[in-house]
């Protein structure tokens, strides 16, 4: 599942952050009805802005759009640490869907390297801007080494972190 649009947290009640669809206004896509469901899929994209954003004194609380993904039952979700761009935003995600059905079709055991590898792609074209190409991140599962795709092991989220005079290291 991709969504390529609008988001919005609610740092005051996380669970009520939401996706700007076209119906928002009336029923409003909320992580707390996103988390309410049980689906079968493989991946969410998120691309809309802030979308795991979470205010300082709950940044131990997972309570945001992304994890309502994987609570749905997602068990790879691409989120947003703050606002991102939109011309950025289509170009993560054509160099991430690139690298993820590089070959064949789409193998669930590329999406973190296929997300790492769009970053570092928007990275060297816009090294001094890492506002630009930090935002994204990984939250999911990945397979063991040598397991051809199972059983699946929890990894967390690759963060990119922003470090001291725009310098950047991604973990």
């Not at 609380?61 to 790879?76: D, M």
């Not at 080494?145 to 967390?156: D, H, R």
């Amino acid at each position: 599942m991709h969504f390529a649009c609008h988001g919005h947290a609610d740092t005051d009640r996380p669970s009520a952050s939401y996706l700007l669809l076209h119906d928002y206004e009336e029923q409003p896509l909320t992580a707390f009805d996103i988390a309410s469901q049980s689906v079968r899929g493989v991946l969410a994209f998120l691309s809309a802005c802030s979308t795991t954003r979470t205010r300082g004194d709950l940044a131990d609380e997972a309570i945001h759009l992304t994890s309502s993904f994987q609570l749905a039952g997602y068990p790879h979700v691409v989120g947003t640490l703050w606002p991102v761009q939109d011309a950025q935003a289509v170009e993560i995600a054509r160099h991430f869907y690139r690298m993820v059905t590089a070959g064949s079709d789409a193998d669930p055991s590329r999406i973190a390297a296929a997300l790492h590898g769009a970053t570092r792609h928007l990275r060297a074209d816009h090294p001094d801007a890492p506002w630009l190409w930090a935002p994204y991140l990984h939250a999911g599962l990945e397979p063991h080494a040598g397991s051809a795709g199972g059983p699946w092991q929890v990894i967390g989220c690759r963060w990119a972190w922003l470090a001291r005079a725009s310098r950047l290291a991604i973990r």
